[in-house]
């Protein structure tokens, strides 16, 4: 059985950084891509970040370029997100989820519905 796990989310001031760190463990993944989405009370699921080793390459969201870094290691099945400059409207469930295709652009990533696994979500709280 998969399993996704997330931690390090937290309480912290504007401006502050937190890092994030998921793994992902109950089969071999292949080619794969991981990522990142937040959910905010009331609002839909969007994507934050994600990284295809595949492709060789990682993704963002326009609202997290230059703030967020995803970074990862495919042979242990683990991705991070070191969050920096933190704001508040960046308060919300992160989750992390796994895509087993091996192919895509940004586009096709940044689709929800490009996962296969998820995690159960982590929560940030930024306080202005």
């Known amino acids: 059985q998969v399993q996704v796990v997330e931690s390090g989310g937290g309480l912290v001031q504007a401006g502050a950084s937190l890092r994030l760190s998921c793994a992902a463990s109950?089969?071999?993944?292949?080619?794969?891509?991981m990522g990142w989405f937040r959910q905010a009370p009331g609002k839909e699921r969007e994507f934050v970040a994600a990284i295809s080793w595949s492709a060789g390459n990682t993704y963002y969201a326009n609202s997290v370029k230059g703030r967020f870094t995803i970074s990862g290691d495919n042979t242990r099945n683990t991705v991070s997100l070191q969050m920096n400059s933190l704001k508040p409207e960046d308060t919300a469930t992160y989750y992390c989820?796994?895509?087993?295709?091996?192919?895509?652009?940004?586009?096709?990533?940044?689709?929800?519905?490009?996962?296969?696994?998820w995690g159960q979500g982590t929560q940030v709280t930024v306080s202005s």
């Open positions: 109950g089969r071999t993944f292949g080619h794969y891509t």
């Open positions: 989820a796994v895509s087993t295709y091996g192919s895509g652009d940004y586009y096709f990533y940044r689709n929800p519905r490009t996962y296969d696994y």
